[in-house]
């Protein structure tokens, strides 16, 4: 009886050790997409994507990032379409159909938003989160996408003010002004704030919008992080994001352990717990 314990005790003990390697071990894959862009040409999108690429590739925590066209990130997403993989597909403006129909054509159960649903990321930059090229789904891409009917992206030449933790974060970010800010104020259905590195006051608490940060569903895990959906400003969109994912995110999701020596060059310690 007493050995019949022991073995199942061992075993027990085996698995968590198993599991708890595998959650210490998790690696975020990234797909950027520039084959179809918004409010900014093809040629400076990608220019930002392979800043972006060069900054985040073989860091710690970090796995396969890829620059591909819209049939590939179709596979792609079916693929990493997997409870909290946290991975993350990063827009410059658009949301191609073939992960998002145009029209807003299948307003629940789409590619996308099975993908955001079990626990991933997207990231977008240049334009209103899933707007859609030329119009394409225009308001109703964020409000299916997010389950929040009303919610808007509106306010051209908003002033955000970086927040303590913009400063500490993301050191390349600066005052600046922003025509596609979140509205904090319309959050709902699990959705919240999860940090804000700029805002129309300068902090989180009590701001009604901001960019960039990100907002994340308490249910699913899901996230959105936004930065710099301004049109046409030659913004340091490729860093920003970076510094987000580096110096942010990685931990947040509790990818592979960060090392402070591949960081980012901010202090180590004036990072706080943020969760």
């Not at 022991?6 to 075993?11: A, D, E, N, Q, R």
């Not at 994507?49 to 396969?64: Q, S, V, Y």
């Not at 819209?70 to 997997?82: I, P, Q, R, S, V």
């Not at 919240?192 to 129309?200: D, V």
Request: glycine share 8%; hydrophobic share 40%; charged share 25%.
């Amino acid at each position: 009886m007493m050995r019949k314990l022991f073995v199942i005790t061992g075993i027990l003990c085996f698995t968590i050790f198993l599991f708890l390697a595998h959650q210490a071990n998790a690696q975020i894959d990234v797909f950027v997409y520039t084959e179809t862009t918004q409010w900014i040409d093809q040629m400076p999108a990608q220019e930002e994507a392979d800043i972006l690429i060069g900054m985040i590739k073989g860091k710690n925590g970090i796995g396969k990032v890829v620059n591909e066209p819209a049939d590939a990130l179709e596979n792609w997403t079916k693929e990493h379409t997997k409870k909290m993989g946290h991975h993350i597909i990063v827009l410059f403006g658009d949301i191609p159909p073939e992960i998002y129909p145009q029209g807003n054509a299948k307003p629940d159960g789409s590619i996308a938003e099975e993908y955001l649903d079990a626990g991933n990321t997207f990231a977008n930059t240049a334009d209103y989160f899933f707007w859609g090229k030329g119009n394409r789904n225009a308001e109703g891409g964020l409000q299916n996408m997010m389950d929040i009917p009303g919610i808007l992206q509106w306010d051209d030449d908003t002033p955000m003010k970086v927040t303590p933790e913009g400063k500490d974060l993301t050191p390349t970010l600066k005052e600046y002004q922003t025509d596609r800010p979140f509205h904090v104020d319309q959050l709902a259905n699990d959705w919240e704030l999860e940090i804000a590195f700029a805002t129309n006051t300068g902090e989180a608490e009590g701001a009604t919008r901001c960019d960039p940060c990100i907002v994340r569903n308490t249910k699913t895990d899901a996230r959105l992080i936004q930065a710099y959906q301004t049109a046409n400003q030659d913004d340091p969109k490729g860093e920003v994001i970076a510094e987000i994912i580096l110096n942010y995110y990685l931990e947040a999701v509790d990818a592979q352990a960060v090392d402070p020596a591949k960081k980012l060059p901010i202090l180590w310690g004036d990072i706080k717990t943020r969760r």
